[in-house]
């Protein structure tokens, strides 16, 4: 995934994660993102990043365990 993105910053305006399968919260799938945010931030990424998911959880709990997890990146 991260080869795949910071290859072709040059065409993307807009980052969204969510976990798979399902949508659900990105921090509770088959793909791990632990690593995606440094990695596109140290290719020089500036555009947007978004989560587009629906929670399992609380919707409230689940984005304020996202934001300590991929918040400051």
Request: glycine fraction near 10%; include cysteine.
């Amino acid at each position: 995934m991260i080869p795949n993105i910071t290859n072709n910053l040059d065409c993307i305006a807009h980052l969204h994660a969510a976990g798979h399968p399902g949508r659900n919260e990105p921090y509770n799938g088959e793909t791990s993102y632990k690593f995606v945010p440094d990695a596109v931030a140290a290719a020089g990424y500036k555009g947007a990043c978004g989560l587009e998911y629906m929670p399992k959880l609380d919707p409230i709990e689940s984005l304020k365990t996202a934001m300590d997890l991929y918040g400051d990146k």
